[in-house]
């Protein structure tokens, strides 16, 4: 590692990250393409560290230290990443046992992870003390999800072919087509089956909720908000080719992603639609066997892996998105003919976004609230939480998921 060249990127980096938090994956992004290939995950790994620990750090730091890039880089790897640089001599973990043991409580979310009042007000109040470890847990570096394409290959052999180019994966003991990495690898890039669609990314939160639809062949299912179409995949194989499978999305960009990604598969019962371009919506309202709205949402969920939202969140962003999501769930019953199943998904913390939206939008006529494990059964209990699909980095080793089950009398 040219640890020299690594400080002098990270020294220049790191006001831009704080300048506009937004877009902190994009500035890592450049500034990964300034080093040698073989020191950018190190980079990367550094920096979303920081971004994890600094309100930490800083802390730990006397106050002319407080703005030191490099002090807080030295702090990150110590706390954050467990790899201390070889030259600090700082007892990072000594320092910090005694800031956290002074925090309690609410204010340990603010001082500790740095949120912002009303966000550590709302965590505290749903979760109590449960958001210290739920927290804790979104510090960590992420899993990697991956989910195989078995029309292409089995996850035994996508298992061997990830050992060969040293890749240790674990298969995931609930989920048949799952497997885990322990962190995100650059090797991925040079495999021939991931280039050619024998299996994707795909985080285990994500994958539990295709699990939830429960897509059966024949049926005619729509995909709402399908993004790249890591679900309409899951969703397509669940259907094995048979009936029609509907994936739409305002984004042309991720629409055109989803279609290359369909196209190894061999399914051709997928179409997609960009909205609202389309009358695709008005053509098939009251014939939805099912309708899957995962959300925009906050993304709250995601900390391990943009540490940066839980900076930039607003309270008028989170009601402007329960507003949207309301919409959409509206949008996705009249698509559905009686007896039909709407699954509603975020990946955010907040019951703004989720209950909330939920069961007021369940309080309406010609609709019911169902029980999750009424589809996940008895061998994916531990995600079922009241009637609701839950994930969490403590409990789960996932991003944090939620999902609903809605039944269109």
């Not at 979303?48 to 002319?64: G, Q």
């Not at 490099?70 to 005694?98: S, V, Y």
């Not at 285990?204 to 049926?219: K, R, T, Y």
């Not at 019962?269 to 949402?297: F, S, Y």
């Amino acid at each position: 590692m040219d640890l020299a060249n690594v400080k002098h990127i990270v020294i220049q980096t790191w006001p831009k990250i704080r300048m506009d938090w937004k877009v902190a994956s994009k500035t890592i992004s450049e500034a990964a393409r300034s080093v040698s290939s073989k020191d950018r995950q190190m980079l990367r790994d550094l920096l979303y560290a920081m971004i994890r620990s600094w309100p930490l750090v800083s802390r730990c730091l006397p106050n002319r230290e407080r703005n030191d890039p490099w002090r807080l880089a030295c702090g990150a790897a110590a706390l954050t990443l467990d790899a201390p640089f070889p030259d600090d001599q700082t007892d990072w973990k000594g320092i910090a046992a005694k800031v956290i043991v002074k925090s309690k409580g609410k204010l340990h979310l603010e001082d500790v992870f740095g949120m912002a009042d009303w966000l550590a007000e709302t965590m505290w109040k749903t979760y109590g003390h449960t958001t210290l470890a739920m927290m804790n847990g979104f510090a960590t570096q992420a899993r990697v999800g991956l989910r195989v394409n078995p029309t292409r290959v089995s996850r035994d052999q996508v298992a061997a072919h990830l050992l060969e180019l040293g890749i240790q994966s674990e298969n995931h003991e609930l989920l048949p087509l799952a497997l885990s990495l322990p962190s995100r690898t650059a090797t991925l890039k040079d495999s021939k089956l991931f280039k050619d669609g024998a299996f994707y990314v795909q985080d285990i939160g994500s994958q539990l909720i295709a699990e939830l639809v429960s897509a059966e062949p024949g049926e005619l299912v729509v995909d709402l908000c399908a993004g790249a179409g890591g679900k309409t995949l899951a969703l397509a194989h669940q259907m094995q080719g048979q009936g029609r499978l509907v994936s739409c999305d305002t984004r042309g960009g991720a629409l055109k992603m989803l279609r290359n990604r369909i196209k190894p598969s061999g399914y051709t019962n997928v179409t997609t639609h960009q909205l609202p371009k389309t009358d695709i919506l008005r053509e098939l309202e009251g014939t939805c066997d099912k309708v899957l709205v995962d959300a925009p949402c906050s993304g709250l969920g995601t900390l391990r892996r943009k540490p940066e939202l839980l900076y930039s969140l607003s309270e008028k962003r989170v009601e402007n998105l329960a507003k949207l999501q309301t919409s959409l769930l509206e949008d996705a019953l009249r698509l559905l003919k009686p007896g039909g199943k709407l699954i509603y998904a975020t990946c955010t913390l907040l019951p703004d976004e989720n209950e909330k939206v939920v069961e007021r939008f369940a309080s309406g006529g010609n609709r019911t609230l169902l029980q999750v494990s009424e589809v996940l059964g008895d061998k994916l209990s531990v995600y079922c939480d009241g009637g609701w699909l839950r994930c969490f980095p403590h409990k789960h080793d996932t991003d944090g998921f939620f999902a609903a089950l809605i039944e269109k009398k």
